[in-house]
């Protein structure tokens, strides 16, 4: 698959100008109801405003760092455990058996049922959201880093033998770099998965982040903050991938041309 | 007796009575049959047989790879148990670390090995001249042409100094032309190095023109049937003549183009 050319970035700033555009049209004409569409120029102002003023006790950025504190602990944690312990069971079938029935039951179960729980064990604070993070980002990042090792060339092995390598040099020098583009692939995963699942977790118990604001905003009718944090959450979520994406150019330049 | 043991230390390798099934799901496969061979130091034996025949599975066992199932693979005075730096593979496809460009690739097992860092400079360098690739030592593999990723492989394995070097087809995957001046560089350099190669293929030519020895071996379960003491390697090293055209190569070209498809008839 070809990296966007110029012609598609066109294209694709085209159709955000012209939502953009619909937006400012709509609303001028006062087609839809102000408390349902803010027209653009509020969400800018409550932009300024809660930049300024904050939204119940805490400013725009404190809501988002605060969001961003939780995901970034949750998703540090998960790489630190879940690619070892992938690496591991992908090595190593023994191991893996011990991980998969728990990792395939928990899996595909919806967060917010066993956030209820967490929220019993751990309370409201950040514990039980930064936990509800954690095993939403350690599942696709253990399964492909599993994936990838069980994928891995048996000539890449082989052939690190041959000239002499042993076991645990193998380990190091071929199959963890081996593995590293699925590795970037599967915390890239982790990162969007982690990121949805915190929207909900700032929406059952919480009083900053936001994902929180949003859902505050909400019951007050404020569409202008709805509006504008999400926005702002999608913004931050392409930014996040955008991230990873730099590093794993860096770390990993040979990605799709072996 | 004397004469026996004498010629015992001069073999790099010996296989006695060397059988392999693979034992499946379903039903068993015999790839070897009671294969004997000795392969003394120095010789570059090209083993030539239909596809299917259990080249690569005798190639595997002599690396290290797989286990017979009975009979005796022995490097050395030594049995075969394992893979290591003695018996250097060139894999049919390159087998080359798109981590590391071609340099990181060629010193591979020398770093693995601990070698002393101005050692595995030099030895890199030689190597690489060796196969003709100076100036590529930063580019990463991915960029290189097939052929010249195969080049690469040959050094990677060659700057080990293995006792025993295995080729599974390596030139396989090349073009004609490409095949034709890697077999040149492989004759130039066991020529200069003497050492003792075992190359696997299913290229008559390409056999009788490398060779001092071409095993034929037979359809599943493989053995060996036939072999012949060849020397076009060196009419063509001596003179750089194409040998192809003398009646002594054109016969037994023929002749082990006769048996191996009297094997494979009763299969196709």
């Known amino acids: 698959m070809n990296k966007k050319t110029a012609t598609e970035k066109i294209i694709s700033m085209g159709t955000l100008v012209s939502i953009l555009f619909i937006w400012i049209i709509v609303s001028a004409l006062g087609l839809v109801d102000q408390n349902l569409v803010p027209n653009p120029k509020s969400v800018f102002v409550a932009f300024v405003d809660i930049m300024e003023n904050g939204?119940?006790?805490f400013t725009l950025l404190e809501h988002l760092a605060e969001s961003m504190k939780?995901?970034?602990?949750?998703?540090?944690?998960?790489?630190?455990?879940a690619i070892?312990?992938?690496l591991a069971s992908g090595y190593n079938s023994k191991i893996r058996a011990v991980f998969d029935p728990l990792i395939e039951f928990y899996r595909p179960l919806p967060p917010?049922?066993?956030?209820?729980?967490?929220?019993l064990w751990m309370g409201i604070e950040n514990e039980s959201k930064i936990s509800l993070l954690f095993l939403a980002c350690f599942a696709p990042a253990y399964i492909s880093c599993v994936s990838a090792v069980i994928k891995i060339k048996e000539d890449y092995i082989n052939s690190a033998y041959t000239v002499g390598a042993n076991k645990l040099q193998i380990i190091r020098y071929v199959i963890f770099p081996a593995c590293l583009p699925d590795i970037f692939t599967g915390l890239r995963t982790s990162l969007g998965v982690a990121y949805t699942t915190l929207v909900s977790a700032e929406m059952v118990a919480a009083n900053s982040g936001i994902g929180w604001m949003v859902l505050d905003a909400s019951r007050y009718l404020r569409s202008d903050i709805i509006f504008l944090g999400i926005i702002i959450m999608g913004i931050t979520g392409i930014l996040l991938d955008k991230g990873i994406q730099l590093i794993?150019?860096?770390?990993?330049?040979?990605k799709g041309k072996e | 007796m004397v004469e026996n043991i004498k010629s015992e230390t001069n073999n790099v390798v010996t296989l006695k009575n060397l059988f392999l099934k693979y034992v499946g799901e379903k039903r068993d496969v015999d790839a070897l049959q009671n294969v004997n061979l000795n392969i003394k130091e120095g010789e570059f034996i090209c083993i030539l047989g239909p596809s299917g025949c259990g080249k690569s599975t005798l190639l595997n066992i002599l690396a290290g790879f797989i286990k017979p199932s009975s009979g005796e693979a022995i490097m050395d005075d030594e049995s075969i148990t394992g893979p290591d730096y003695h018996k250097g593979v060139v894999f049919q496809n390159p087998v080359l670390y798109p981590?590391?460009?071609?340099?990181?690739?060629?010193?591979f097992g020398l770093k693995m090995r601990k070698f002393p860092k101005n050692e595995i400079t030099e030895l890199t360098k030689t190597y690489l001249e060796l196969v003709g690739l100076s100036g590529f030592e930063k580019n990463r593999p991915y960029e290189l042409s097939g052929g010249m990723k195969q080049r690469v492989s040959l050094a990677k394995t060659l700057v080990n100094k293995p006792r025993l070097i295995l080729m599974d087809e390596p030139f396989g995957a090349l073009d004609a032309l490409t095949r034709h001046n890697m077999q040149k560089l492989i004759r130039e350099i066991w020529n200069k190095t003497t050492n003792t190669v075992l190359l696997i293929t299913h290229d008559v030519d390409e056999a009788l023109e490398l060779a001092t020895r071409v095993l034929v071996m037979s359809c599943r379960p493989g053995t060996i049937i036939k072999e012949f003491n060849t020397d076009f390697t060196f009419d063509?090293?001596?003179n750089n003549n194409n040998s192809r055209c003398t009646k002594e190569y054109i016969d037994i070209r023929e002749e082990?183009?006769?048996?191996?498809?009297?094997?494979?008839?009763?299969?196709?």
């Not at chain 2, 460009?101 to 010193?107: A, G, I, K, T």
């Not at chain 2, 082990?256 to 196709?268: F, T």
């Open chain 1, 70 to 81: 939780r995901l970034i602990i949750a998703f540090f944690f998960a790489a630190i455990t």
């Open chain 1, 112 to 119: 917010l049922a066993y956030y209820t729980l967490l929220v």
């Open chain 2, 256 to 268: 082990i183009l006769k048996i191996i498809n009297n094997q494979c008839n009763e299969l196709l």
């Open chain 1, 55 to 57: 939204y119940k006790n």
């Open chain 1, 84 to 86: 070892p312990l992938g």
């Open chain 1, 248 to 254: 794993e150019h860096r770390f990993v330049p040979w």
């Open chain 2, 99 to 107: 981590w590391l460009n071609v340099e990181d690739n060629v010193s």
């Open chain 2, 236 to 238: 063509i090293l001596k």
